[in-house]
């Protein structure tokens, strides 16, 4: 009995502490507090500073286009390279892995240049996939100089760096052929979606 009532007092002033303070110390502090939404986070002047913002390269009537086939035969190994994946790097000290001095190395340098992540590797190659727009940051970025900006409307390209004088195991590709955008992984789906579902 006397339990029940100490319990039953405990619990009177412990609503009353919470009441006290929601009502007289909580809720005065949070008027005193003026919430402006006139001031910016950001001044005018910062945001006149292109400096503060990415910008991204606007489309071109260009596209690039890998010098060097994914579908090539590689032939023999002259070395194995187990240093760092940087083709800058790499080619710093090496020609190449291959017989061929005009292959891609493969280890993606134009791949973190791209802002629209229109690169990717296939069989140790650089490709260009159709997210392609020819802002020519991959051309830069590639130390072996093989990616090259041709125009949008370019059907077929020769997809060899070699000069036509010098012969690789690989000189098929000297040949010219049709280019296909290569397209990620999925893209063609949700572009088939896209045709039915938003071009009625």
């Known amino acids: 009995m006397i339990a029940a009532i100490l319990f039953g007092l405990l619990f009177i002033i412990v609503v009353s502490f919470v009441c006290v303070f929601i ?19 950001i001044s005018e002047t910062e945001l006149l ?13 260009n596209k690039a286009v890998v010098l060097c086939s994914p579908e090539k035969n590689c032939g023999k190994k002259r070395l194995d ?22 292959i ?4 993606g340098d134009c791949i973190k240049s791209c802002p629209r992540g229109a690169l990717s590797i296939k069989n140790k190659t650089a490709v260009v996939s159709s997210l392609c727009n020819g802002c020519g940051k991959c051309v830069d970025s590639c130390p072996h100089k093989i990616i090259k900006l ?41 572009k088939k979606c896209y045709t039915i579902f938003c071009k009625r």
Do not use: M
Request: proline fraction near 5%; include cysteine.
């Open 104 to 107: 891609c190395a493969g280890f």
């Open 23 to 41: 009502f007289y110390i909580l809720s005065p502090s949070l008027k005193k507090q003026e919430i402006s939404f006139e001031h910016s986070l």
């Open 150 to 190: 041709i125009p949008a409307a370019t059907k077929k390209v020769a997809l060899c760096n070699s000069p036509f004088s010098e012969k690789t195991e690989c000189s098929e590709f000297l040949s010219e052929k049709e280019i296909l955008p290569f397209d990620k992984r999925g893209f063609k789906f949700w």
């Open 49 to 61: 500073e292109k400096s503060n913002f990415e910008e991204f390269p606007s489309a071109t009537e």
């Open 81 to 102: 390279y187990n240093g760092s994946k940087n083709c800058a790097l790499f080619f710093s000290v090496f020609d190449t892995e291959y017989n061929c001095k005009y």
